[in-house]
C-alpha cells in the first residue's frame, strides 16, 4: 500500500498530478481543492499522502486498474475515505464533488446543510442526505481544520486539536461550543504545544472576558 509519495511536481492537470521520484513517474488523481493548492508549484519538491485503489469491476468483464489518489495532508485523506464510505458515493463521484475546502464541505455536514452540500458537482438531494445521516458526528475534527493558505495562523501539532476537542465535550461543552472556543484559540496565531495549554488558553480568554 502506497501511503505517501514525495517528489518533484512535473505537471498537474485538471484531475491529476504527476510526480517524478526517480526512477518512477508517478500520476496521481486529485480533487479540485487540491489542483488549486499546487497549481503553482511546478518543478518544486511536493509531498502527497495517497490511498490506492483499484478502478473496473472484474464481474463485469471491465479492466482492472490501479490508481492513486493524493492529498496534501493526511486529515484531507481521512475525510476523503469517510466521504466514499456513503453508499452511492465512491471514489470517482467524490474526487467530482470535493470542489471546496475539506474545513468548508465538514462543517456543511456537521450543521445538516443539504443545500450547500447538494450544489456539490455529482452530489444531489437524495445523496446530499446520506451523507449527513452517515458523517454527521464524525465531522467536528475536519470541521476545525485550519486551511492551509489563512494568513498569520499557526499550524497546530498532529492530534492537538482533536484532543482539545474531547476534553472540552467531556467537560460539559456542546459539540459547536467546543469548536467554536478552539477556532477563537487558533485565531490568535498561537501554537499549542499540546491540549492542555490550548484548553488553558480557552479558560483564561474566557475569565478575561468576565471579568
Known amino acids: 500500500m502506497i501511503t505517501k509519495i514525495t517528489g518533484e511536481l512535473l505537471a498537474i492537470t485538471d484531475d491529476s498530478a504527476t510526480l517524478a521520484n526517480p526512477p518512477f513517474e508517478y500520476e496521481i488523481a486529485i480533487p479540485e481543492f487540491t489542483r488549486r493548492q499546487l497549481q503553482t508549484e511546478i518543478g518544486k519538491p511536493v509531498s502527497l499522502h495517497t490511498i490506492h485503489y483499484i478502478e473496473g469491476n472484474a464481474a463485469q468483464g471491465s479492466r482492472l486498474t490501479p490508481k492513486l489518489v493524493g492529498f496534501l495532508s493526511v486529515a484531507e485523506r481521512d475525510f476523503f475515505e469517510l466521504f466514499c464510505s456513503v453508499d452511492g458515493v465512491g471514489v ?4 467530482r464533488a470535493m470542489t471546496r475546502p475539506v474545513q468548508d464541505t465538514a462543517v456543511m455536514i456537521e450543521q445538516q446543510d443539504a443545500k450547500g452540500l447538494s450544489s456539490l458537482p455529482g452530489v444531489g438531494p437524495a445523496t446530499a442526505e446520506k451523507i449527513i445521516a452517515t458523517l454527521r458526528r464524525k465531522m467536528p475534527r ?20 482533536d484532543e482539545t476537542f474531547e476534553a472540552l465535550t467531556v467537560l460539559g461543552h456542546s459539540e459547536v461550543d467546543a469548536r467554536r472556543l478552539i477556532e ?28
Open 92 to 95: 470517482k463521484k467524490a474526487l
Open 142 to 161: 475536519f470541521a476545525l481544520l485550519v486551511r492551509r493558505d489563512a494568513p498569520g495562523l499557526e499550524p497546530q501539532k498532529p492530534g492537538v486539536v
Open 184 to 211: 477563537t484559540a487558533i485565531a490568535g496565531g498561537k501554537k499549542f504545544k499540546d491540549s492542555e495549554a490550548m484548553i488553558h488558553a480557552i479558560y483564561q480568554r474566557q475569565t478575561g472576558q468576565t471579568t
